[in-house]
């Protein structure tokens, strides 16, 4: 089964299965007590066209089991124009004295090994799947990143469709009416290099051997393309896993219609992906800005931090000295929490950007500067030895991204005044851990993070320029003259650290 007009990472055409990698058929038992399916046996087909072209009307392609005189099982396919979707209905005629008697239904067999198309072997890995929807209710799947070399799935309900899922296509078997249940399993290839899965499943479908039955199905062979999938229904868009919860409305709400505009007017994606990384700084930048500048106003008060440090140099005064930080920070009206706001806000659109790029079909194969496919990773040097957990090769947007998120936390750090060696070590840590889990992932993705990290550093510098020093350090002076009330927390800490036997510092 071909997909025209796409083609595979090494411009080969895009082929979701072949004659030999493939099993489609029924299984079910004859009067007489025989195994038969339907796979193993020839059909012909019905007329003596060869060839059909569907490009204004329908067509149609029917081919037939013979079981004897007007005795047949009979698969008709019916393709309409510019659809992905195909109509497959199958037609048992006049075999009830062929099939048992006593069966209420048959098994649909359905296998299929799932060939690499994409350039990046373990991205692709991580988002193929087995998906099924389950009869008016919801859509489930086996595991994304399956670590087990075999996995199964036993659904004992009846189902609406169940779907053989690449990174950017699907191949799905949908039931006009439903399946009775179903077994799937999707088991890895490491011997096979070419293929990223083995995909089986069982189907039972309803069957009545006292009549002549018409089984009602559809297929969908094509990209998972969110707005493909919403014309075709049936909740087929779900396919794309988005995210779960507020990180999936982000992207379905947020994220894709604002792209979806870009993508009218701007033919290039790195553009419309730097246009929509300055729509989400604007749109948070109202509420951060207050954040931010609870941040640069800290960083007037880092000499007297400093000297609270030195007052309090030993391990057993940390709770005076911690107390004393806050009661500095509270006379000079800062939120020392405050500064930690615009990550916590910014931390659901960065996971939203983590599930969208790596997904989204229309990043895929789009050049931008050197990358050459903005769905997977972009490669400066190709290594001749892998990295465990890094890979073999090196991506510049992805050290691009490292070497601004370091900046931007070391920002960070030094304008809030805090200094502890362990959090110095997260600094680096955290990024080049980052740095190595990120190679292989997409250039889309990473050049985002770069582009995310910049801003953020260009919005922390323009917050600064709004501080008046001098007046931080007027408030400050002015309150000290004033006697504090404690806080309800600072009482609880208080009484905490006089449980433990020791004492606040004295005003």
Request: hydrophobic fraction near 40%.
């Amino acid at each position: 089964m071909r997909v025209k007009e796409y083609v595979t990472h090494d411009s080969l055409p895009l082929i979701l299965f072949s004659g030999d990698s493939t099993i489609f058929g029924f299984n079910f038992y004859t009067a007489d007590n025989k195994a038969i399916q339907t796979n193993d046996l020839y059909f012909t087909p019905v007329g003596d066209r060869n060839h059909i072209n569907v490009t204004d009307a329908p067509g149609s392609v029917t081919l037939r089991l013979h079981a004897g005189s007007d005795k047949y099982i009979e698969y008709k396919y019916t393709l309409e124009p510019d659809r992905f979707m195909v109509d497959f209905d199958v037609t048992f005629k006049s075999l009830e004295d062929i099939i048992a008697p006593n069966l209420s239904s048959i098994v649909l067999d359905w296998r299929m090994y799932l060939p690499q198309q994409e350039k990046g072997r373990q991205n692709e890995e991580y988002y193929t799947t087995i998906k099924y929807k389950f009869f008016q209710d919801d859509v489930e799947s086996i595991r994304l990143r399956q670590s087990k070399e075999v996995e199964t799935a036993d659904l004992p309900t009846k189902l609406s469709w169940v779907a053989f899922q690449d990174q950017f296509f699907s191949s799905v078997l949908i039931s006009k009416d439903h399946f009775l249940n179903g077994t799937v399993v999707s088991t890895k290839t490491p011997t096979l290099e070419k293929y990223i899965r083995y995909y089986t499943a069982e189907l039972g479908v309803p069957f009545n051997p006292g009549s002549d039955n018409i089984v009602g199905m559809k297929l969908y062979y094509g990209p998972n393309h969110i707005n493909t999938l919403k014309k075709e229904g049936l909740e087929l868009d779900k396919l794309i896993f988005l995210g779960r919860n507020i990180i999936g409305w982000i992207n379905r709400f947020m994220i894709i219609p604002v792209f979806n505009l870009l993508e009218k007017y701007i033919g290039s994606y790195g553009l419309i992906i730097l246009i929509l990384t300055i729509l989400i700084k604007i749109f948070l930048f109202p509420l951060t800005f207050k954040s931010y500048q609870s941040t640069a106003k800290m960083q007037v008060l880092k000499p007297l931090v400093e000297e609270i440090n030195k007052k309090y140099p030993k391990q057993e005064d940390a709770m005076k000295k911690q107390q004393a930080t806050m009661d500095l920070y509270k006379r000079a009206g800062i939120n020392p929490m405050g500064g930690c706001l615009p990550m916590l806000l910014q931390m659901p659109i960065l996971f939203a950007m983590f599930r969208f790029f790596p997904v989204s079909i229309e990043l895929r194969q789009e050049a931008f500067l050197w990358a050459t496919d903005l769905s997977t990773y972009d490669s400066i040097l190709d290594l001749p030895f892998k990295i465990p957990l890094y890979g073999d090769h090196v991506s510049l947007f992805t050290l691009l991204m490292t070497a601004s998120t370091l900046l931007t936390m070391k920002m960070t750090s030094s304008t809030s005044g805090q200094d502890q060696p362990g959090m110095k070590m997260m600094m680096y840590v955290m990024p080049i851990m980052f740095m190595f889990i990120l190679n292989n992932f997409s250039a889309g993705l990473t050049y985002y993070y770069f582009l995310a990290n910049i801003l953020t550093y260009f919005q922390n510098m323009i917050s600064k320029r709004f501080i008046d020093e001098k007046k931080v350090l007027a408030t400050l002076e002015e309150n000290k003259k004033k006697p504090m009330k404690k806080s309800k927390w600072q009482q609880r800490l208080e009484e905490a650290a006089r449980q433990r036997g020791m004492q606040p510092p004295k005003k």
